[in-house]
């Protein structure tokens, strides 16, 4: 069983940076895809950013893009985020696209973490 933990989350005046740090136990061989997810009190989850599982390709959603960017190391995702602004207040959650699917990114996800909360205010 996969176990995904983040960390990172906090407050953040509007205009700052957070880091948000995904730490996996492992990344299965067949995994495809290694994900950065939200979801804002009320509202849908939605996915943000993906990085392939060799860190060779990393796509945005273009709420966030050119101001979140996602990188990896061997056992760890990472979301830093510039620029925040109270549309980034949200539970951001990492999950490991295993297989193609109809999810985002065209992925399936059956790994997730619990989530850390990002709160962008005055």
């Known amino acids: 069983q996969v176990k995904l933990v983040e960390s990172g989350g906090g407050w953040v005046q509007p205009g700052g940076p957070l880091k948000l740090s995904c730490s996996a136990s492992?990344?299965?061989?067949?995994?495809?895809?290694l994900t950065w997810f939200r979801q804002a009190q009320g509202k849908g989850r939605e996915g943000t950013t993906y990085i392939l599982r060799d860190g060779g390709f990393a796509w945005y959603d273009s709420s966030v893009k050119d101001r979140f960017t996602t990188s990896k190391d061997e056992n760890t995702v990472y979301l830093h985020m510039t620029n925040l602004n109270a549309e980034d207040t949200a539970v951001y959650y990492c999950?490991?696209?295993?297989?193609?699917?109809?999810?985002?990114?065209?992925?399936?996800?059956?790994?997730w973490g619990q989530g850390t909360l990002v709160t962008v205010s005055e």
């Open positions: 492992e990344f299965p061989l067949d995994s495809k895809a």
């Open positions: 999950a490991v696209g295993l297989r193609y699917g109809s999810e985002f990114g065209g992925y399936e996800y059956p790994y």
